[in-house]
């Protein structure tokens, strides 16, 4: 059985912290009639520009991940082909050289 190996070297520090309660937030921003400053921002687009491909929830994602997919399938496909190109070029050197040497071995 193996035992786990203990680096003693390296201490983790916990950094977190307890946030503030929603209720406690709500409470003191109205009170204290603070402006909300969190949220995500706002995306404002002009009409002219139309929607912008990067903001849109309708995009279709499947087709560019399908796109990038084919690349991948297609670089690993022509790594096959020369793989396989320079294993038959070696194999045609070997005979070649066993026909050479047979050859001259006949003819001696």
Not at 13 to 40: F, L, W
Not at 46 to 63: L, T
Request: aromatic residues 4%; charged residues 40%.
């Amino acid at each position: 059985m193996k035992r786990a190996i203990v680096s003693r070297e390296h201490i983790a520090v916990n950094q977190s912290y307890e946030g503030e309660r929603i209720e406690e937030k709500v409470a003191r921003v109205v009170n204290n009639k603070e402006a909300i400053t969190d949220g995500a921002p706002l995306v404002y687009q002009e009409r002219k520009d139309g929607v912008q491909p990067a903001y849109d929830i309708r995009a279709d994602k499947w087709d560019i991940a399908i796109e990038a997919m084919d690349k991948v399938a297609q670089a690993k496909v022509s790594a096959r082909v020369v793989k396989m190109k320079e294993k038959e070029d070696k194999k045609e050197d070997k005979q070649g050289d066993a026909g050479a040497t047979a050859e001259g071995g006949d003819k001696v």
